[in-house]
């Protein structure tokens, strides 16, 4: 294995503090001698198990690992070498023995542990499955980083010392401890973002106009808690406030450096805050991998800069950031956001503006509000970490453009919406096209089934455009989520109701009749033409205290679980009355856990504005958008109930058989078809249940095949990747010798045969890997009019149990198990069993880059693939720097 860019790691620590991991070259011999030389008498004793002459001896066996043998990592903080980790390969090839090494002053801060985890996987790479390590019984420090790590350890006494073996295959305890470490690391390192007590602003120009200088003046208008300094070339004073040239001439430390230069002297504006101890950069400047080749390199100094530093980078080409709690507006909007308890996190600048301005037009406030810009370092991602735990933020808002770590976000993303709900908006659904290929799978994948499966087993609420983003958003951070589908409609137009009750049964939402009691209460309330059904039209003659009097009744009914209110302007009622009657009724009501929805349609105002309360009613314009709204909340509460699933465990795994059948196929070759042979033992290494088959060269050779098997038969074509049905080289049903000898002529040997198998229902069941978020499985109707009938489903991999249940049960491959038609109900849990089976091949062989099983038959008991393809192709690693 040779030293790739792949080898280097970034890291982060307790404190929030950044760390590069990266191999020692030949270069490091004196940055090397320099960090033992450093170490305390204790530290040294503690590694060495003695106190050995600091020479080039002592580091040569760590320079330029090969990787096969050896292994090593160094942690630079600027050129300074402050940890060592390395591994050396036992006589047994699966084991290792591994030391580490850190610096006395970085103790502590979670150093070890990330050079063990980085080490332990790219040894993972290498074959290894155990790490050895001999440690002094007083090294209590060493010890607790073993047992911390979240591998499997085991612990030998021996004179003097104890023997740690650990196991560094991963494991699900592990990746938990991991995402653990990381948010405690994140959200620290964030802290200077979102709470600084110093800003500086660099390129803060006297001149009214320029973006700096704006944007400072934004610092101060918005009446930030801390310190704001203004810093430009001449060191002029910007709106009264002393300036200096230099963020390193600030007599005071500088939590949080917004730059906004010229993007050619960003890296030297960045530099200097940096060396002066600022933990935060937040940079406005453009000019960098958004410009091609020379700006891409420029952001990427920039980043190893502020990883030399320990520090985190905001941007760069971003819009800046807005917090409520310091009062910090350092972006160069045209004025502060009200504050609320939505957290906004944008790639684009100019569609955050849009969509903040939205925002506060339907009364909708942010906890804080954060531009990505290019992403380089800080993303979505880290700002799920940081929201997670934020007092101020009950809800997430997020415009993604792409994803940076999909699988990251992932599981983040499930864990976050646990607790609070977490609203996406995705740019670019169509760019990417859809896939060139054979298979049904790939086929039905296009380009939007990754991020909706991603979206869909995080929990993520997808809005479709800004409009129905801003709706669910306000719906969320004012109302409590329903505990089901059932609606009330109160109305003063008889039209507007039923457009209201369409826009509901759109949704999936009911309206069912009110109660005997309810509907007697409001007999005595409403004229006798008033409709008592569901919508509730109290006519046009409706007034204030109409709405006041008949809502509460409506909250109260115990068969509606949310109630929407809608009124158009008569004569005897003006919209901002009924809007204090609804909001007076509301609070009289007292039922806090249902949904009140107010759709307002009027020249007075916005709907927001008219209410004195939004936070007890939410307002809409239209019922379209108000019934939108409320699916969505109802799919949230429906998420949060489902159990969280869990990783199925699988016997009848054989993955070194599985890979061998790869290796073989690749083995002179880029990409190619599996032949009938290697698809059969491949599927049957992973113990999905397969047709008996026979493969015939010639007419003779069917005849006799036919006969083992027993008539009827199936015959087909051996050729690998072909569709069958659509080159008529697919023979269904064949009962004699004579109509086998028929169908071979015709199709042309080599050819398969299989006995016929009648009686459940065509199913499809494939794998596809996607570029950016890996293996996603998909299952759906199957058969011939697979692609016609489309409607498959995708989960990305790996399955929970929830996930395969969710794929076989639902959707019209659902209607299909459970018994389309009078046709008996399919073995749903075999079914399930197969695509978790799936799943568990593609995350083991991301080589596989496509697989069919059209159709698998779903049996009454059981299920089987009668027919499968399975195309593979050479993989080239992703190189992800951040390992966070």
């Known amino acids: 294995m040779s030293v790739t860019v792949d080898h280097v790691r970034d890291v982060i620590l307790r404190d929030g503090t950044t760390l590069r991991l990266r191999p020692p070259v030949a270069e490091d011999e004196d940055g090397l001698l320099a960090f033992f030389g450093g170490l305390s008498d204790a530290s040294i004793y503690s590694r060495f198990h003695g106190f050995p002459s600091v020479t080039a001896e002592l580091v040569t066996p760590v320079l330029d690992p090969d990787w096969d043998e050896r292994g090593a990592l160094i942690g630079t903080l600027g050129e300074r070498v402050v940890a060592v980790a390395n591994y050396v390969r036992l006589r047994d090839p699966s084991s290792a023995e591994v030391a580490f090494t850190v610096a006395d002053e970085i103790q502590g801060q979670g150093v070890g542990t990330r050079l063990l985890e980085q080490l332990a996987d790219l040894a993972g790479d290498a074959g290894i499955e155990s790490f050895v390590a001999e440690v002094m019984s007083s090294n209590r420090p060493m010890l607790r980083v073993f047992e911390d790590a979240g591998f499997s350890v085991t612990r ?464 809409f314009p239209y019922p379209e958008s108000a019934a939108r709204a409320l699916g969505r909340a109802v799919e949230r509460a429906e998420w949060l109930r489902e159990p969280a699933g869990r990783a199925p465990e699988l016997d009848r795994i054989d993955e070194e058989a599985g890979r061998a059948v790869v290796e073989r196929a690749l083995e002179s070759v880029s990409e190619a078809w599996l032949g009938p042979a290697d698809v059969r033992d491949l599927l049957m290494a992973y113990g999905v249940p397969v047709v008996p088959e026979r493969v015939a060269d010639s007419v003779d050779d069917a005849a006799s095949a036919a006969a083992a098997l027993g008539y009827p038969v199936v015959v087909k074509t051996a050729e690998g990747g072909v569709h069958k049905s659509d080159k008529g080289l697919l023979e269904l049903d064949v009962e004699s010798e004579d109509a086998v000898r028929e169908a071979v002529a015709r199709i042309g040997p080599p050819v398969i045969l299989q006995p016929m198998v009648r009686g459940g229902a065509e199913l499809l069941a494939g794998v596809v890997q996607d570029p950016v978020f890996g293996p996603l499985v998909a299952f759906g109707p199957g058969g011939t009019f697979a692609e016609l009938i489309g409607q498959a489903q995708f989960r990305i991999a790996p399955l929970t149990d929830t996930d395969a249940e969710e794929l076989v049960k639902t959707g019209k491959a659902g209607r299909l198990v459970a018994g389309f038609r009078g046709a008996p109900p399919s073995d749903a849990a075999a079914l399930e069993d197969v695509v978790v089976r799936l799943s568990r091949l593609a995350e083991d062989l991301p080589e596989v880059a496509e697989l069919d099983l059209n159709p698998v038959m779903g049996l009454p008991e059981g299920c089987i693939a009668v027919d499968a393809r399975i195309r593979v192709r050479r993989t080239e690693p992703v190189l992800l720097t951040k390992t966070w």
């Open 156 to 619: 030998v006494l021996e004179p003097g010392g104890v023997e740690v073996r650990l196991s560094i295959v991963p494991t699900g305890e592990y990746r938990e401890r991991v995402d653990e470490r990381d948010h405690v690391g994140v959200v620290a390192s964030l802290q200077p973002f979102f709470s600084p007590r110093t800003v500086a602003v660099v390129g803060a120009s006297k001149r009214r106009g320029s973006i700096g200088g704006e944007l400072f003046r934004d610092v101060l208008e918005a009446g930030f808690e801390g310190i704001a300094y203004p810093v430009n070339l001449r060191g002029e004073p910007v709106a009264g406030v002393r300036s200096y040239a230099r963020v390193s001439e600030i007599p005071d430390a500088v939590d949080l450096a917004v730059i906004c230069v010229a993007g050619e002297h960003v890296l030297e504006a960045a530099e200097d805050a940096l060396g002066a101890g600022t933990k935060a950069l937040c940079v406005i400047s453009a000019g960098f991998a958004e410009i091609g080749p020379e700006g891409v390199a420029r952001q990427d100094q920039l980043l190893a800069m502020a990883r030399a530093h320990g520090a985190r980078l905001v941007g760069p080409n971003c819009l800046g950031i807005d917090v409520t709690r310091p009062h910090l507006n350092a972006t160069f909007a045209p004025r502060a956001f009200p504050p609320g308890n939505v957290a906004v996190s944008s790639q684009s600048g100019a569609l955050g503006l849009a969509l903040l301005e939205a925002a506060d037009a339907r009364g909708v406030g942010v906890s804080a509000f954060v531009s990505i810009g290019n992403k380089a370092d800080v993303s979505s991602n880290d700002l799920l970490e940081y929201w997670e735990d934020d007092p101020d933020t009950a809800l997430v808002l997020l415009y993604l453009e792409s994803f940076g770590n999909p699988r990251k976000f992932g599981r983040l993303a499930r864990r976050v919406a646990r607790r609070k709900p977490i609203l996406a908006l995705k740019g670019g659904r169509t760019g990417a096209g859809a896939r060139a290929s054979q298979s049904h799978t790939a086929a039905l994948a296009g380009s939007e089934s990754a991020v909706d499966a991603l979206f869909h087993q995080a929990g993520v609420i997808r809005a479709d455009t800004l409009e129905e983003l801003v709706d669910v958003a306000a719906l969320l951070s004012t109302q409590p989520l329903p505990r089901g589908r059932r609606v009330a409609l109160i109305t003063n137009a008889g039209g507007l109701g039923i457009l209201a009750a369409d826009a509901c049964e759109a949704v999936g939402l009911e309206l069912p009749a009110l109660s005997e009691e309810t509907r007697q209460a409001l007999a005595v309330l409403m004229p006798g033409e008033a409709s008592l059904a569901n919508p509730i039209d109290m006519l046009g003659s409706a007034t204030e205290e109409t709405f006041a009097a008949v809502l509460p009744h409506v909250l109260r009914d115990p068969g509606i679980d949310s109630v929407i209110v809608l009124f158009v302007p008569p004569v005897v009622a003006t919209a901002a009355d009924v809007a204090e009657g609804v909001v007076r009724a509301a609070e009289a009501a007292d039922v806090p856990d249902k949904p009140l929805l107010g759709v307002f349609v009027t020249r007075e105002g916005t709907p927001a504005a008219l209410l004195r309360e939004p936070r007890r009613v939410a307002a």
